[in-house]
């Protein structure tokens, strides 16, 4: 009989629409080959083959597994920057070589060994995809808003046979020499300049739902599992993590997945009928991100009608967020004028005016006061606007991403 959750569990076993259309490349290093690589080929990736799922790393692997072909590179080892810059273009240069040795594949998904990827689900959100319409390659993400509308690369990112084909171009090494030069001038992201690799070929550019570039609290995650299929979760970084998300994304409705489920204060998650728990009360054994110990939600499996009510609370405090980041951009703007005048006078009100709003109003208010006033008001030793000694932070050149984990 087919059971409640079955066409996911199929998802889960890599058999969705575009079965075999699409290769997957990740990005690993020799310090990972015996850790996360393994972890990866016993959970989410065990039922792959090599001819679709590639690791780029830098030296060879010394194991062979018929489930994963690892790529060994001249990129410098251990490296989350020119490491990493290298990398993404390596396995761009062989993603366009397995496109042209088989005429069947029409998508690589390319995306860091600490993640847990649902390769049907992917799948099958991509068969619902617009396709390519205007015939110039499509590259897509989770979102293009960090530096200057570049890829935010936790997520991972897709690209079709005719954007790795126009990329790669006829020369794998000058391709290779741009993304590096990109990178230099891109503060060393690699993700920022594998976009302008692409741009300069003139792709279209997408979004795509299902993926989660940054590691989500509790509540999010809970919530957002009924609210577009999950595909991908990054910054999963241990072998508990892994195996928690395994089991709750392939285990069959109904069956009694792990015995912590018993435990007092087990941490738990619910999906399609199936309610996964972690083996331990360690947080670091969690595949969500705990800030505040003392108000982790008691709700594992929310009713339709709790759903409703959590999403909209985290409505009113995104258009909160919202509020507070126009109210902190106009209060930048007028503090930096009020800086730069020399009337003493408007500078003393002005200031008056900043001390009572942080007395009386909101709590995002506040934060956004106090963050212009440390950033943009003068204190002793320091002048306004001007780059420290070592430069300006590359960090901040990104919208909202976090520094990238080892």
Known sequence: PTLPGDDHRRLDAGVGNM?????????TD?????SRLLWVLATWASGMTSDRFKGIGDIPW???DPRVEVIPTDCPRHSHWEGACCKYAEAVIHAKEAFLLDERLEWAFFFDDDAYVRPGALEERLSKEGGDPEGKGVMIGATFGCGDHGLCGGGGYLANRRALIKAVGDNATAM????????ANSGRWADLAITKTFNDVNITKRNIKGTYPWRLEKNQFVTHMSKDEPFFYHYIQGKAQLEFLHRLFTAAPGSPVVEAGKRRNAQCACYKG???CANTNRTKDWPWDVKNMSILP????PSPEELSAIREKEA????????AAQVKAAMEKAARKVVASSDIITYAVAAGIVVGAALGFSPWFRNAVVDISERVLPRPGRRVGKAGPSGPDPE??????????E
């Open 316 to 323: 009113r405090e995104q258009a909160a967020r919202e509020k």
């Open 176 to 183: 290779l020499e741009r993304q590096m030069k990109y990178c």
């Open 396 to 405: 901040a050149q990104r919208i909202g991403v976090p520094a990238p984990a």
């Open 62 to 64: 010394n194991l062979t």
């Open 274 to 276: 199936v309610r996964a």
């Open 19 to 27: 079965s075999g259309r699409v290769l997957y490349m990740m990005y």
């Open 30 to 34: 020799s310090k990972f080959y015996h």
């Open 298 to 301: 008691t709700i594992d499996c």
